[in-house]
């Protein structure tokens, strides 16, 4: 029988969390992209003021995968949510309950801290993460279009120009 553990990440498990990174990276075929490093990750997910956190996904006792995730608030519901930056499970660990288990442990978590929702991203042509995300009873939010400033473009507006 499988065994599925979900924890909260630690220090020690920076460059498991880096790795885990690049791997989705990867996946997503934008490794090219990644820019950061275990430092970088390190001061974001456990430093002075962390505003992003990590999960640890284990099975058997193996690293299987990661989630990262922040908080962030609603107007319109007057009350916090999770956003889920990443979750990823590694190829040879996928179809055991891993990623459902990860997703369960933060619906749990909002659920816990009286969030009004747990929110998430997915790439339009990743079918698999798609059908996993909407067998569990999430639903698409089409009529929401994703934007984003960074790199250049974000100095030069925050700039003024």
């Not at 990440?9 to 490794?31: H, N, S």
């Not at 979750?87 to 749990?108: D, E, N, T, V």
Request: net charge negative.
């Amino acid at each position: 029988m499988t065994c599925v553990n979900i924890r909260p990440a630690t220090p020690e498990d920076i460059g498991l969390i880096f790795d885990f990174v690049c791997e989705l990276a990867v996946y997503e075929k934008a490794r090219q992209q990644v820019t950061t490093n275990e430092k970088h990750l390190h001061e974001g997910l456990f430093g002075v003021r962390p505003r992003a956190y990590s999960l640890i996904c284990e099975v058997d006792d193996e690293p299987a995968g990661f989630a990262v995730y922040f908080y962030n608030f609603s107007t319109w519901l007057g009350k916090y949510g999770l956003f889920l930056e990443d979750l990823y499970i590694s190829p040879q660990f996928r179809g055991l309950g891993a990623g459902k288990g990860l997703l369960q442990h933060l619906a749990r978590q909002a659920v816990a801290e009286g969030c009004g929702r747990l929110e998430w991203n997915v790439l339009d042509w990743n079918e698999p993460a798609i059908d996993f995300y909407e067998s569990c009873g999430a639903l698409a939010m089409r009529e929401w279009l994703g934007y984003r400033l960074q790199g250049d473009a974000l100095s030069t507006f925050a700039a003024g120009e």
